[in-house]
């Protein structure tokens, strides 16, 4: 088990920077997710932790070891790919037995930890099977298996989950989680799939454009966002954005519509006088509408999900989208009113796009 640390970390590809001055600190059997769109870096953030891409600038350590030069083998970390690498010609038995043996690990000692392995992953039944014989869901478990065997330090997952269904992408998902709780080892985990982060991470770092933009936990990057970026990434649905201007301690949304301003900032209710300024609304959070706790807009599309319906209206130049109780089934064209805690918005200055609250 060990901690892991990259300081200035650089990578660039001629005049290409790809990242650009990482910071960050991950605990010892912490479970940190790497999350951004395609291009942003966290990949190649990964491979470098690896050691399958060498580093520009800067510094990774995992312990207190400086690791930059050191080639993979000896940087004691397992890597589980989303493509899961395995050996087709071998059984999945000698999949997971294979790196044991290149290391010169005992026969006696390569049974039981394969056996403990499989136990774990419900896949004891499988170790005499080639890859060809398994399902996409099995052969990710193997490939989790190989890693687990040979008890490394740091756990490397590289966008695990892309290949499978949905279905599956939950049930492997749920497999990981388990395996963090069982063994407690420090996990990187890359994706760029928001809610496989918010299910898995105790700490999320959020990348754009090869820089660290927000790390917190599930919660202070789902309730706090540091940028539009941010509150745009994380949650499904995505948050809402409006924009607007604070007038007399209320906000004028584009559109005519007016919300006072919530408590928490009616303090800097003057120093935001007549600011523009972005209004961003999880769908999640429209309720019942009350008297100058509400917005009108008429309704665009009604998208029934059954635990839920998703409701998507008009409002000055946006479009928003509300996610409200089943059974309210408004008509396209209807002018729909609905509330809005005012505690509930977040607010971000309309150039920087950096949050306000």
Same mark, same amino acid.
Request: a positive charge; glycine letters at 10%.
């Given at each position: ?271 935001? *006088?007549?600011?523009? !300024?972005? #209004?961003?609304?999880?769908?999640? %959070?429209?309720?019942? &509408?009350?008297?100058? @706790?509400? =917005? ?37 064209? *209807?002018?729909?009113? !609905?509330? #809005?805690?005012?505690?509930?918005? %977040?607010?971000?200055? &309309?150039?920087?796009? @950096?949050? =306000?609250?």
């Amino acid at each position: 088990m060990s901690s892991v640390s990259f300081r200035k970390l650089e990578k660039s590809y001629g005049a290409l920077r790809i990242v650009k001055g990482i910071d960050l600190e991950i605990a010892d059997r912490e479970f940190v997710v790497l999350v951004g769109p395609s291009g942003c870096g966290k990949s190649t953030t990964l491979r470098m932790l690896a050691g399958l891409e060498s580093i520009s600038g800067g510094e990774i350590r995992i312990g207190e070891r400086v690791v930059n030069k050191l080639p993979p083998r000896e940087r004691d970390i397992a890597m589980v790919f989303q493509d899961y690498a395995l050996y087709p010609h071998k059984t999945v038995y000698e999949n997971m037995a294979f790196s044991l043996k290149v290391r010169g690990v005992p026969a006696a000692e390569i049974k039981p930890r394969i056996a403990q392995a499989a136990e774990m992953l419900g896949i004891g039944q499988l170790l005499e099977r080639k890859p060809s014989q398994l399902s996409g869901g099995q052969r990710q478990r193997v490939a989790m298996g190989r890693a687990i065997v040979r008890r490394p330090q740091v756990f490397l997952f590289d966008e695990p989950l892309s290949n499978l269904d949905a279905k599956l992408r939950g049930q492997v998902r749920t497999e990981i989680k388990r395996l963090h709780q069982a063994i407690g080892t420090t996990i990187i985990y890359v994706t760029h799939d928001q809610v496989e982060a918010m299910t898995l991470a105790d700490r999320i770092v959020i990348l754009k454009g090869g820089e660290i933009e927000q790390v917190g936990t599930p919660d202070e990057v789902y309730n706090s966002p540091a940028s539009v970026f941010v509150g745009g990434f994380i949650g499904s649905p995505a948050m809402n954005f409006a924009k607007g201007t604070v007038r007399g301690g209320r906000i004028a949304f584009d559109g005519g519509a007016e919300i006072a301003l919530d408590g928490r900032v009616n303090g800097k209710a003057t120093a935001l *006088e007549g600011r523009d !300024i972005i #209004v961003g609304i999880r769908p999640e %959070h429209f309720g019942a &509408a009350e008297e100058g @706790r509400q =917005l009108s807009g008429r309704v665009q599309v009604v998208e029934p999900l059954g635990s839920d319906t998703l409701i998507h209206f008009a409002l000055g130049s946006s479009t928003l989208t509300a996610r409200v109780a089943p059974e309210m089934r408004p008509q396209p064209g *209807e002018i729909l009113s !609905i509330g #809005v805690d005012p505690s509930r918005i %977040h607010l971000f200055d &309309a150039a920087t796009e @950096r949050a =306000l609250n």
